[in-house]
């Protein structure tokens, strides 16, 4: 089984990169991506601890693009180091989750929840402080009954406390991961949000951004979806990829590593035939340094 969409405590995870690489090979994952959000921060220790288990490491990112419906997140798979654009774009988004996460902090004690930024942050340690880490700890605290509760009740779209993310311009997002070593695929499309309808102009435009992949095999869609976003994706000769979306057996449930839409085994054809190919031909000799 292979995985190219895992998360780990330098985001929103709940395993270190080491332990996710631990984790993987104890489930038979052969090739892993670890893309944790708008960090890089846990690449340099999960290469050498997969180096150390035999497993092909793929390192990467997911960035947060500016969209007005939805979420877009954009995945930069194949990573050899951090160039100049992806620091100046992580150092941005970094500034930007800081003052929403502020500004949630503010509206939970409005609404009567005594929990402040600075102690979400000394209990979780990461810069990428976000609505799961104030979700655990609401629950940690039984203020909640678990993560999902805080999100129903105080976080999601139209809560009390509820703040819109800020992302990056598509462009930009799509440069940082290129001058990066990277390959720009789009995450869980339909997270943006767009009617079937309007899904092939959507991606068409995102496609003349740069983008050239598609995740169409997620662990969150059914897998007749699947099915006709991988269509979409070779009508429109983009490279098909799959993965979980894993953060931790403790966070979703429903979501296992090495597993996507149906509960399927994540194909080795994604890294084999399409991922691969295209690192190959680009990659040369590969650096491996990422700093931010």
């Known amino acids: 089984m292979i995985d190219l969409h895992t998360h780990s405590t330098a985001s929103d995870g709940t395993m270190s990169p080491s332990e996710l690489m631990q984790y993987a090979s104890s489930k038979g994952i052969s090739v892993i991506a670890l893309t944790d959000h708008d960090t890089t921060a846990g ?12 497993i092909t490491f793929v ?15 954009l995945l930069g798979l194949g990573l050899t180091h951090s160039s100049q654009e ?16 502020r500004k949630m902090a503010e509206k939970l004690q409005e609404n009567g929840v ?28 039984g203020i909640v009954k678990h993560r999902q509760q805080a999100f129903d009740v105080y976080f999601a779209s139209g809560r009390p406390c509820y703040i819109p993310r800020t992302g990056v311009e598509l462009d930009k997002a799509v440069q940082a991961i290129r001058t990066s070593g990277g390959v720009p695929v789009q995450a ?22 740069g983008v050239v992949g598609l995740e169409a095999w997620h662990s969150a869609i059914r897998v007749g979806q699947a099915q006709r976003l991988e269509k979409l994706a070779r009508d429109l000769g983009m490279i098909v990829t799959g993965g979980s979306d894993f953060h931790g057996e403790r966070v979703r449930a429903d979501r ?10 994540i194909q080795d054809r994604f890294w084999t035939e399409e991922l691969k190919p295209l690192l190959d031909r680009t990659h040369g000799t590969d650096i491996l340094t990422f700093e931010e």
Not at 43 to 51: H, K, M, R, T, Y
């Open 86 to 101: 992806l620091k100046d774009t992580l150092l941005n988004l970094r500034q930007e989750r800081k003052n929403r996460n």
């Open 43 to 54: 690449l340099a220790e999960a290469v050498q601890e997969a180096g150390k288990l035999g």
């Open 256 to 265: 296992h590593i090495g597993y996507t839409a149906g509960k399927k085994e």
């Open 59 to 73: 390192p990467g990112i997911e960035i947060s693009v500016d969209w007005p419906t939805g979420e877009f997140h």
């Open 114 to 141: 005594d929990i402040s930024y600075e102690e979400v942050f000394e209990r979780y340690k990461t810069e990428n402080i976000g609505r799961p880490h104030f979700a655990s700890m609401m629950a940690e605290k």
């Open 188 to 209: 869980h499309p339909l997270s943006m949000y767009i009617s079937w309808g309007k899904m092939d102009e959507t991606m068409r435009e995102i496609q003349a951004k």
